[in-house]
């Protein structure tokens, strides 16, 4: 079955502006986005740029803007989507190339909340076990593979890059209620900083984002809670 | 790239202060409608108006309803600003200082319209 797709294309290296593409391409029933993306590539223009990896929804490489809404290209299958497919790069970060957008900034914000366990400073050469219930207490917030969707999605980061986003604040949970952390004052300072926490306005663009259902402005109100019961 | 934690207001006691106040504002917003226009026997006039905000008690009541508007509302337009307009230090210094004269000369204005007031 033929389908069209309608792909943003920017070579910084060439005058033109930013622009869109359209492609013909002869699908099969099953493909995904990235399937289709990938037939682009292969075999009729190899200058089509994106990232790629794990092709299973595992590494996070391959989120884009694919009918307006922030998805992974090698989980959305082509059958669920109607007339022209319209492919662009995640909106809010600086395109690169085509659909490769800068991610540095987003990388930055995640490990300013310390992504590790900081487990005190008495150092053991056993393993810090956790019980099953506590480690129950981590579903919903480990599951995130860093795609960027949640964060390109929210309007407080377009506005304020600087902000630190879903993403990093989801990632700052995970550990802050882990039960064998100790680190969340060591967190505060930046959690509680004028572009942490507080920029967040519930908007819940986050979680309609997010392609492993994840809740980062529950997380979010979690930390909020959490910090405002700390520090009163 | 490093993350700019940013200085300045912004953080818990602030927003806290935001839901506060949003909060208290609204039965007191209630509690103006209801005295002003509903608890009065036909018609506002200022003979009813003067006689009230003449009391010392309601003079408090004006103040404290007057310093919830101003702090609600200021740190609200902040809050705007600090989404996206005042990202370079010199501009949010002077936004900053603009939102803080503003919400000074609001409540002298208000202060100096209560307090004297004589039916
Ligand atoms: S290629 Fe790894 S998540 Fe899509």
Redo the contacts between chains.
Sequence with gaps: MERQFKVFRYDPESSKKPYFQTYTVDVQKSWTILDALNAIKWEQDGSLSYRRSCRHGICGSCAMKINGKNELACELQVFTLKGVIKVEPLPGFEVLRDLVTDM??FF??I??VKPWLIAGLSPTDKERLQSPEDRKKLDGLYECILCGACTSSCP?YW??D?F?GPA?LLKAARYCFDTRDEGFHERM??L????????C?TIFNCVEACPKDLNPTEAIVRL?AR??AE?I | MKFDRGHGSGGLNWWLMQRVTGILLLPAFLAHYIVTHIGTEHFVTYEKVAERVATPTWKFVNIFFLSLVILHGLYGVWSVLLDGWARKPVLRITLYSIVVTVGLALFVLGLVTILPFKA
Excluded at chain 1, 192 to 199: A, E, I, Y
Aim: net charge positive; aromatic share 4%; charged share 35%.
């Design positions: 540095d900034r930055g914000h490990e300013a407080s506005s304020n600087d630190l990093a300072d930046v509680n900083s004028r572009n942490g926490l507080w920029r306005h909020r910090l405002a520090k």
